[in-house]
């Protein structure tokens, strides 16, 4: 299984940035995916999460209203739009697939996945 993401970047506060995560090497459509972040000295934590089947999204408290997630099975693709982005969402974006398919517990937990992309990292200036 391989995750590769893209487009993060620099961006002045206020402003806006389209995150990439292509799979490759499962059946995209069965599995949940998740986009986690990691900010220097802290631990890696939930962002946004997006169903196999229904295509349900839940989102961090700090991220809700600003970050939106979604997928595209066709080309086993999983975004996750960021607005209104703050300095404090500095940090490098790092996206995953469940570690079991039509499997979507304990989303906000970083064991509940067990492939990751390379992170892409997103710097917002104030």
């Known amino acids: 299984v391989q995750l590769q993401a893209s487009g993060g970047g620099l961006v002045q506060a206020g402003g806006s940035l389209r995150l990439s995560c292509a799979a490759s090497g499962l059946t995209f459509r069965r599995y949940s995916m998740g986009w986690f972040r990691q900010a220097p000295g802290k631990e890696r934590e939930f962002v946004a999460a997006?169903?196999?089947?229904?295509?349900?999204?839940y989102t961090a408290d700090s991220a809700k209203g600003r970050f939106t997630i979604s997928r595209d099975n066709a080309k086993n693709t999983v975004y996750l739009q960021m607005i209104t982005l703050k300095p404090e969402d500095t940090a490098v974006y790092y996206c995953?697939?469940?570690?079991?398919?039509?499997?979507?517990?304990?989303?906000?937990?970083?064991?509940?996945?067990?492939?990751w992309g390379q992170g892409t990292q997103v710097t917002v200036s104030s």
């Open positions: 997006i169903s196999w089947s229904d295509g349900n999204t």
């Open positions: 995953a697939a469940r570690s079991s398919p039509y499997s979507d517990s304990y989303y906000y937990n970083v064991d509940s996945y067990a492939y």
